[in-house]
């Protein structure tokens, strides 16, 4: 998704509460989550998947909880600062992962995933149930206690 529609008549039809609903809903979900994000995963679609226990991300997607274009239409009154925008938003998946917001990259043929779907559903296949087999073993309770922390940890950055 490339995000939730930034007009007035979003929020007049309750967007806002609808996504804060989604990630206390799924908050508490006593299963474990996998998110995977395959292309564009942005603004407040993005937060609401971003409650998984396992994040995985393609290693040609972007996650941001605001697109390159609408940051630099922001910051700088430019959509033509968007390049810049996405280097300072660290974006993609190798900065994600360093940045610990996700907990791994499934690596796409150099071309992109579409080049070579039947390997790519493989590799997807076998990243989610070796995840799935991981998280299945977690009592409930704790499953819960470290979905909340990994959550609340996201976003705390320290400059130096």
Not at 135 to 147: A, C, D, N
Request: with cysteine; proline share 4%.
């Amino acid at each position: 998704t490339p995000g939730a529609f930034p007009g007035l008549e979003a929020e007049e039809r309750g967007q806002a509460e609808s996504i804060a609903r989604n990630i206390t809903e799924m908050a508490n979900i006593e299963v474990p989550i996998i998110s995977l994000v395959i292309g564009e995963g942005g603004s407040g679609g993005a937060l609401g998947i971003g409650v998984g226990d396992r994040i995985l991300m393609l290693s040609n997607a972007i996650y941001s909880v605001i697109s390159p274009e609408g940051c630099a239409s922001i910051l700088w009154r430019d959509a033509k600062y968007a390049p810049d925008a996405a280097e300072a938003l660290k974006i993609t998946a190798h900065a994600l992962l360093e940045n610990e917001v996700i907990d791994e990259i499934i690596q796409e043929p150099s071309e992109g995933a579409h080049t070579d779907y039947e390997q790519m559903a493989a590799d997807v296949k076998r990243s989610l149930l070796r995840n799935i087999r991981n998280l299945s073993g977690i009592p409930v309770y704790e499953l819960l206690e470290q979905r909340f922390e990994k959550y609340a940890a996201m976003g705390k950055f320290a400059v130096e």
